[in-house]
Structure formats: structure tokens, C-alpha cells
């Protein structure tokens, strides 16, 4: 997907959260949530991007839902959305599952397939019939046929063909998925298969169309705001390259919300850091060959689903937000936790987690601010109780954790060789499985792995480039401490 369409298949998705939260903020909750599709596509509007205003909105109300923080697998469409509203009030618990598919927005898209095009020329070499070693070219009529029956989709004539004659379409969030987990079902929609997907996200990010979508908590956060509950946040160092403002003045920010403090995550970190780095010597001196990082939710889901042969060389190590969490609950055993993430993973681990009652991502964050009129550039600066380390801050970068475990390790520096899987695909999955079907890894004995390019500030729930990203964070890393080992 294009930077282009991914901006505009997040307008569609922020605006319908806006109106929500300013539905929520109004008198009447209920009535003007049933009222959202109706006020963005109106009887006379000519902005239409279906074949007509009924369709557009029937798949915003889908998306208010989605806000809403319910399943559209389970919607019966008959309920109206001032229902929906009065159900969502009510509430105690977010859904365990933290994606849904709209199928009235899903396209339905073709299967992928490998197929040959009138650029072809049937040329003497017939170099993509020698290099087929399942037998699926052959020629017809004058040029080469593929039979998609016995064609494997590998490309291995695509790149063959000296014309660029053999081309193959895809289905955005089948080849997004690293995993295998959403196909289209019987009925030709996307379907995610939850005992298989790793709530990465990618496929969120890969729709053209917005049809995968994330089941928001903001109703049930900004309602404990509202019942003067000690709500407490979880601030992501990944914030500062997404939003344009400091930490300190997103720590104003949040308090503007209603939060009644802010903890920065990368104090967490700091303690991640620490325990990791005590994990590995303890690894290294019972001779194992390698250990992971094990901060990344979607990793952690990833081993637990497809690669268990590889738990044993998994740090136990717990993540940032576990450690800052704990905190929170230790000093504010009555605190409602928020932890504020740039992707949809973290949702899984939350729910597994007493002590983190709600995930909000950045694309909802961005929503409460301009719903209640927050200018965060404007904000003044508050600092932090606690000053957290360069490296806790720098977790949010591919290479971060590693750098940190390094710069806290006690041992021979020759004896840690850091190495980084920036981005879970295909490949590097199936190179984790290599190393732990070897016990050893041939790049180093210090595994960082991420399920997004980038680290965390290319989480799929971001709202800047990762270009832009990398360097505000990095520059707001170099204003930490250095930590103690």
C-alpha cells in the first residue's frame, strides 16, 4: 500500500473516532453515536468512493463498532449504534481479541496467482519453462500458460523471463501476514484465524481498503476518566517521534485528558534492561548457544503459536510495560493502567496482564487530542518523577534493546555479539526456526528480535514516517542517563 492510501484509509478510521469521542463528551452518548454515519456521508453528499451512500454508510457504522470496541463478526446489524453506545458503557472488560474484519469494506480480492502477459514472446530460450521445476509453464497458443494448479507462486520464472512477461498479484493482507493467518473465507471476505495470528498488526497496515480494524478501548478509558477513577498512563518512548511535541509537554498533554499521572515506560525499560542482561550471563555460563529479547508482544504470541522449539532460547526476562505496570500497582494499588503503544500487539499481552487494565495506540491518542482540542505544540513541559536511561528510551529503536542489554552487561564485551530480526517475515522465521532446530546462531548469541521494520516507532498504529520517527526518538534518547550496570 502506497503512503498516499494508508493516510487516507487512517483519516477514515481517526474521523470516526472523533466523532465518537465527542459523541461521548456530548449529552446525549447514545443518540449521536447512532448519528455518526449519517453526519459524515449525508443524503446530498457527492463525495462517494462505493457505488452509493447506503454502502459508505454501512461500513462506517461498521467502524463505529470497531471504536465502539466490538466484533463485527458478532454485529447483528439489525441492533442500532445508540445500542451498541449503552453496551459499550457497561462494559468491565475489553474483548480478548483485538482485531475484527469489515466485511462490507473488505473488496473480496482475487486470489493471488503468477500468470502470464501479453508481453510475452515466446521466445527460443523458454528460460521460465527450464527453471519451473513443478512442470507449470507450458506454451499455449503462441506463448507461455501457467497452470495454476500446479504453479507454487515461488516467481522463479518471473525473475527468468527477459521481457518481465510473468507477473503475480497479491492479496494485501494475505502476503502482509508472516504467519498465515488471514485468508479469505468461504464467502470470498478476509478472515483471521485467532488460533494462528499473532496480533502483529501488518495486515491493519496492508489493507487498502480499511477493512481490518482494531477494537478501540477509548470509551472504556475516557469513562473511568469521567467516573474520577485514578486512571494512570503508560507513556511509550515511540510517542515522541509520532506526535509533534517533547516528552514533557505530551506528560501535560495527558494530564489535559483527564489522566491523573504519567509514567514513562522507558523506566520500565531501565529494569528490563537490567534482568536481561543478569538472563543472558546465566545463559552464557550453562553453555547455551544464543538467547532472544522477549519485549516484542507479537514475537512472544509468534513462539507461543508456531516456533515453541524456540522458548527455550527465549529470554523470561518481562517487557516495559510489565515492569512499569508492576510500579504503578505497588505505589497506586487502586490506579486503572493505560499504556499508550504505537501497535495493536501489546492488546494480547494486556489481557493476559491483571495489572494493565487498557491499551490505547497512537492513532487513538491523536483522536482524543484534536476531539477535545488539545494543541500538544502548545502544551507547557512537565518532567518526570523519575529520569530514565538513554537506552530505556532507545528501546523504541530496531537495535535498541540489544545496544541496552550490552551497555548493562557485566561480562568480557567480546563475549556478547549482539544481532538484530528488524521486522518478522517469511524469512526471518524461518531462520529463527534454523537456529533453534542448530542451537546456535551463525550472526551472534544476542537475538533482537521485532516484529516491525524499524522497532517499535514502526508500529502500524504511527502517525509520521519512520525517517522522521527514528531521529526524534534518537535525539530524545541522548537526553537520558547512562545506565548503571
Not at 518471473?158 to 510473468?166: K, L, N, R, T
Not at 518532567?383 to 537506552?391: G, I, L, N, R, T
Given at each position: 500500500?502506497?503512503?498516499?492510501?494508508?493516510?487516507?484509509?487512517?483519516?477514515?478510521?481517526?474521523?470516526?473516532?472523533?466523532?465518537?469521542?465527542?459523541?461521548?463528551?456530548?449529552?446525549?452518548?447514545?443518540?449521536?453515536?447512532?448519528?455518526?454515519?449519517?453526519?459524515?456521508?449525508?443524503?446530498?453528499?457527492?463525495?462517494?468512493?462505493?457505488?452509493?451512500?447506503?454502502?459508505?454508510?454501512?461500513?462506517?457504522?461498521?467502524?463505529?463498532?470497531?471504536?465502539?470496541?466490538?466484533?463485527?463478526?458478532?454485529?447483528?446489524?439489525?441492533?442500532?449504534?445508540?445500542?451498541?453506545?449503552?453496551?459499550?458503557?457497561?462494559?468491565?472488560?475489553?474483548?480478548?481479541?483485538?482485531?475484527?474484519?469489515?466485511?462490507?469494506?473488505?473488496?473480496?480480492?482475487?486470489?493471488?496467482?503468477?500468470?502470464?502477459?501479453?508481453?510475452?514472446?515466446?521466445?527460443?530460450?523458454?528460460?521460465?519453462?527450464?527453471?519451473?521445476?513443478?512442470?507449470?509453464?507450458?506454451?499455449?497458443?503462441?506463448?507461455?500458460?501457467?497452470?495454476?494448479?500446479?504453479?507454487?507462486?515461488?516467481?522463479?520464472?518471473?525473475?527468468?523471463?527477459?521481457?518481465?512477461?510473468?507477473?503475480?498479484?497479491?492479496?494485501?493482507?494475505?502476503?502482509?501476514?508472516?504467519?498465515?493467518?488471514?485468508?479469505?473465507?468461504?464467502?470470498?471476505?478476509?478472515?483471521?484465524?485467532?488460533?494462528?495470528?499473532?496480533?502483529?498488526?501488518?495486515?491493519?497496515?496492508?489493507?487498502?481498503?480499511?477493512?481490518?480494524?482494531?477494537?478501540?478501548?477509548?470509551?472504556?478509558?475516557?469513562?473511568?476518566?469521567?467516573?474520577?477513577?485514578?486512571?494512570?498512563?503508560?507513556?511509550?518512548?515511540?510517542?515522541?517521534?509520532?506526535?509533534?511535541?517533547?516528552?514533557?509537554?505530551?506528560?501535560?498533554?495527558?494530564?489535559?485528558?483527564?489522566?491523573?499521572?504519567?509514567?514513562?515506560?522507558?523506566?520500565?525499560?531501565?529494569?528490563?534492561?537490567?534482568?536481561?542482561?543478569?538472563?543472558?550471563?546465566?545463559?552464557?555460563?550453562?553453555?547455551?548457544?544464543?538467547?532472544?529479547?522477549?519485549?516484542?508482544?507479537?514475537?512472544?504470541?509468534?513462539?507461543?503459536?508456531?516456533?515453541?522449539?524456540?522458548?527455550?532460547?527465549?529470554?523470561?526476562?518481562?517487557?516495559?510495560?510489565?515492569?512499569?505496570?508492576?510500579?504503578?500497582?505497588?505505589?497506586?494499588?487502586?490506579?486503572?493502567?493505560?499504556?499508550?503503544?504505537?501497535?495493536?500487539?501489546?492488546?494480547?499481552?494486556?489481557?493476559?496482564?491483571?495489572?494493565?487494565?487498557?491499551?490505547?495506540?497512537?492513532?487513538?491518542?491523536?483522536?482524543?487530542?484534536?476531539?477535545?482540542?488539545?494543541?500538544?505544540?502548545?502544551?507547557?513541559?512537565?518532567?518526570?518523577?523519575?529520569?530514565?536511561?538513554?537506552?530505556?528510551?532507545?528501546?523504541?529503536?530496531?537495535?535498541?534493546?540489544?545496544?541496552?542489554?550490552?551497555?548493562?552487561?557485566?561480562?568480557?564485551?567480546?563475549?556478547?555479539?549482539?544481532?538484530t530480526i528488524n521486522g518478522l517475515d517469511k524469512a526471518s522465521i524461518r531462520d529463527l526456526k534454523v537456529y533453534a532446530k542448530t542451537g546456535k546462531c551463525p550472526l551472534g548469541n544476542l537475538i533482537e528480535v521485532m516484529s516491525c521494520s524499524g522497532g517499535c516507532i514502526g508500529g502500524n498504529a504511527g502517525l509520521n514516517t519512520l525517517k522522521d520517527a527514528f531521529k526524534k526518538v534518537d535525539d530524545y534518547s541522548k537526553s537520558g542517563e547512562t545506565i548503571t550496570k
Amino acid at each position: 500500500m502506497t503512503e498516499t492510501q494508508e493516510i487516507e484509509t487512517k483519516y477514515w478510521k481517526r474521523e470516526v473516532l472523533i466523532r465518537l469521542i465527542k459523541a461521548f463528551m456530548s449529552e446525549d452518548f447514545a443518540e449521536n453515536t447512532r448519528l455518526i454515519p449519517y453526519d459524515m456521508r449525508p443524503k446530498a453528499s457527492e463525495m462517494s468512493f462505493r457505488c452509493c451512500v447506503y454502502k459508505e454508510r454501512a461500513i462506517l457504522r461498521s467502524r463505529t463498532v470497531a471504536g465502539l470496541g466490538f466484533s463485527i463478526e458478532e454485529d447483528d446489524e439489525r441492533t442500532l449504534l445508540s445500542e451498541i453506545a449503552k453496551k459499550a458503557l457497561k462494559r468491565e472488560r475489553a474483548e480478548e481479541i483485538p482485531l475484527t474484519v469489515l466485511q462490507n469494506a473488505c473488496k473480496g480480492c482475487p486470489g493471488a496467482r503468477v500468470y502470464v502477459t501479453d508481453l510475452c514472446q515466446n521466445c527460443l530460450a523458454k528460460a521460465c519453462m527450464k527453471t519451473c521445476r513443478f512442470g507449470a509453464i507450458s506454451v499455449k497458443k503462441n506463448r507461455a500458460f501457467i497452470d495454476d494448479e500446479k504453479c507454487k507462486k515461488c516467481g522463479v520464472c518471473m525473475a527468468a523471463c527477459p521481457y518481465g512477461a510473468i507477473v503475480k498479484t497479491i492479496v494485501p493482507c494475505e502476503h502482509a501476514c508472516p504467519v498465515g493467518a488471514i485468508s479469505k473465507a468461504e464467502d470470498g471476505y478476509a478472515h483471521i484465524d485467532m488460533d494462528k495470528c499473532i496480533s502483529c498488526g501488518k495486515c491493519v497496515s496492508a489493507c487498502p481498503f480499511g477493512a481490518v480494524h482494531a477494537k478501540s478501548q477509548i470509551i472504556d478509558v475516557l469513562r473511568k476518566i469521567k467516573e474520577g477513577k485514578n486512571v494512570v498512563a503508560m507513556m511509550a518512548p515511540a510517542i515522541v517521534g509520532h506526535l509533534p511535541c517533547t516528552a514533557e509537554q505530551m506528560h501535560t498533554a495527558l494530564k489535559k485528558i483527564g489522566f491523573s499521572k504519567v509514567y514513562e515506560v522507558a523506566q520500565g525499560a531501565d529494569i528490563t534492561t537490567r534482568v536481561e542482561a543478569q538472563d543472558f550471563a546465566e545463559r552464557m555460563e550453562r553453555g547455551d548457544g544464543f538467547m532472544t529479547t522477549s519485549c516484542c508482544a507479537a514475537y512472544n504470541e509468534l513462539v507461543k503459536k508456531h516456533v515453541p522449539e524456540l522458548k527455550p532460547f527465549v529470554s523470561e526476562t518481562k517487557t516495559p510495560m510489565y515492569y512499569t505496570a508492576e510500579l504503578i500497582k505497588k505505589e497506586h494499588p487502586d490506579a486503572i493502567t493505560v499504556f499508550l503503544s504505537p501497535c495493536f500487539a501489546k492488546r494480547k499481552e494486556a489481557f493476559d496482564n491483571p495489572n494493565i487494565n487498557h491499551i490505547l495506540n497512537f492513532e487513538e491518542l491523536g483522536a482524543i487530542l484534536i476531539a477535545m482540542e488539545i494543541d500538544v505544540q502548545d502544551c507547557t513541559s512537565e518532567a518526570f518523577d523519575y529520569v530514565s536511561s538513554k537506552e530505556g528510551r532507545a528501546f523504541a529503536l530496531s537495535g535498541g534493546v540489544a545496544k541496552a542489554v550490552q551497555a548493562a552487561w557485566k561480562g568480557n564485551p567480546e563475549d556478547l555479539r549482539p544481532t538484530t530480526i528488524n521486522g518478522l517475515d517469511k524469512a526471518s522465521i524461518r531462520d529463527l526456526k534454523v537456529y533453534a532446530k542448530t542451537g546456535k546462531c551463525p550472526l551472534g548469541n544476542l537475538i533482537e528480535v521485532m516484529s516491525c521494520s524499524g522497532g517499535c516507532i514502526g508500529g502500524n498504529a504511527g502517525l509520521n514516517t519512520l525517517k522522521d520517527a527514528f531521529k526524534k526518538v534518537d535525539d530524545y534518547s541522548k537526553s537520558g542517563e547512562t545506565i548503571t550496570k
